[in-house]
T-cell receptor, first 112, second 116 residues
């Protein structure tokens, strides 16, 4: 089955710096890759997603890149703010509407 | 729109008892619901996929007789942790997906289970 690896497990940056989180997946049939932000004790919130027919997608300070050949995708957050501090999780799914397999999560800390 | 609720939000029970957690889609019909388990500061681990009107599909390593899932209607799925033990203590989160093959999953707020 699909396996998703996420790195790093923790990331600490200064306010204003950029943060990059990377994920790799094992099944080349995966075609949907969402990213979720989860604050302590709260539900995951979808922040951006990308499909396999696109190489990059951007939404204000957040961007995701996808390399299908290498089977990895990355989340980029620019101009980080303390309120960006949370656990970020990547996921992958095979087939439209299929189950999501999550990476291990990254605890991002943005220091003012 | 697309709101998912869970009940209870927090439960404490004695070892050996069973606990039922409800997941409801409030404003849409969810043909598929998913149940996840989450440990502190870690991501979600998929336990099972619940389809309305059929048996749930469990992920490898998840005991189906211990974690009973019922998806009786298009707006309700339940997870029952049977004969709970302290190692079952965790944060349980459900998600719901609309029909039509859409990708987006909407997550519930989670249930914190503590087994004494």
């Amino acid at each position: 089955g699909e396996n998703v690896e996420q790195h790093p497990s923790t990331l600490s940056v200064q306010e204003g710096d950029s943060a990059v989180i990377k994920c790799t997946y094992s099944d080349s049939a995966s075609n949907y890759f969402p990213w979720y932000k989860q604050e302590l004790g709260k539900r995951p919130q979808l922040i951006i997603d990308i499909r396999s027919n696109v190489g990059e997608k951007k939404d204000q300070r957040i961007a995701v890149t996808l390399n299908k050949t290498a089977k990895h995708f990355s989340l980029h957050i620019t101009e980080t703010q303390p309120e960006d501090s949370a656990v970020y999780s990547c996921a992958a799914s095979i087939n439209q509407g299929g189950k999501l397999i999550f990476g291990q999560g990254t605890e991002l800390s943005v220091k003012p | 729109g697309a709101v998912v609720s869970q009940h209870p939000s927090r439960v404490i029970c004695k070892s050996g008892t069973s606990v039922k957690i409800e997941c409801r889609s409030l404003d849409f019909q969810a043909t598929t619901m998913f149940w996840y388990r989450q440990f502190p500061k870690q991501s979600l681990m998929l336990m099972a996929t619940s389809n309305e009107g059929s048996k749930a599909t469990y992920e490898q390593g998840v005991e189906k007789d211990k974690f009973l899932i019922n998806h009786a209607s298009l707006t309700l799925s339940t997870l029952t942790v049977t004969s709970a033990h302290p190692e079952d203590s965790s944060f349980y989160i459900c998600s719901a997906r609309m029909g039509g093959g859409t990708d987006t999953q909407y997550f519930g707020p989670g249930t914190r289970l503590t087994v004494l």
